[in-house]
């Protein structure tokens, strides 16, 4: 599996950024896994529009005689200003140039569905305006989030004390939380513990 192409990259921010302004970010994580049902033996790639601006697109790749084609690509949009709905397209690449103009068929979520569930959201999804002789449709996993996010020095007294007590916090955490999400738990720590000028330590010692 891959990280996918995008074609906006997201704005970096940090604790050390100095932003003491309170604030929303969007964030979408998304996972074009597979297809199935499509036309054989033709190449295709998917792109990812948001409201109707493109952000990003999948490798091209030939479907097989079964019509079956894997892209196992990870898209990790951040910052993004607010939107409605996810809109993921299937195109035909045709002699090298892609027909952006004609896709084969779309597939539209509210991201209202994808940022209500707090686990990511997966399942196939039937192209629209596909021919009717087929049922083509992907293979999605994915989840929104609307952060709502405090002024930098909010967060002085928590970040403190994450980096003095690291070690008994994940000790106490480990075993009453789901193996899903320790990824997520581990990610935040390492970066409040980047911004204290710790992580490398935590990790040494880890």
């Known amino acids: ?5 995008r074609l906006c990259p997201p704005r ?5 950024g100095g932003d003491n302004c309170e604030r929303v970010e969007n964030t979408l994580s998304l996972w ?3 297809a199935r049902d499509l036309p054989p033996k033709k190449r295709y790639f998917c792109q990812l529009h948001l409201d ?3 952000y990003a697109r999948t490798t091209a790749k030939s479907a097989g005689a079964d019509g079956a084609l894997f892209w196992g690509e990870l898209f ?8 409605r709905e996810l809109h993921i397209s299937v195109l035909r690449e045709e002699e090298g140039r892609r027909r952006e103009t004609s896709p084969l068929g779309t597939v539209t979520i ?5 940022a209500t569930s707090r686990q990511p959201l997966e399942k196939w999804y039937p192209l629209c305006g596909a021919a009717p002789s087929r049922a083509p449709s992907l293979r999605l996993r994915g989840r929104y ?3 709502q996010v405090l002024p930098i020095v909010s967060y002085k007294e928590f970040a403190e004390y994450i980096t003095f007590h690291y070690r008994e916090l994940c000790a106490g955490l480990e075993p009453a ?3 899903r999400h320790k990824e997520e738990l581990a990610s935040a720590l390492v970066h409040v513990l980047q911004s204290t000028g710790k992580a490398k330590r935590a990790l040494l010692c880890s």
Request: net charge negative.
């Open 1 to 5: 599996m891959s990280a996918g192409e």
């Open 12 to 16: 970096l921010t940090s604790w050390g």
């Open 32 to 34: 074009v896994y597979e």
């Open 52 to 54: 109707g601006a493109l």
């Open 76 to 83: 990790e949009l951040a910052t993004l200003p607010a939107a």
């Open 110 to 114: 509210p991201l209202g569905e994808m």
């Open 145 to 147: 989030q609307e952060i």
């Open 177 to 179: 939380i789901a193996v």
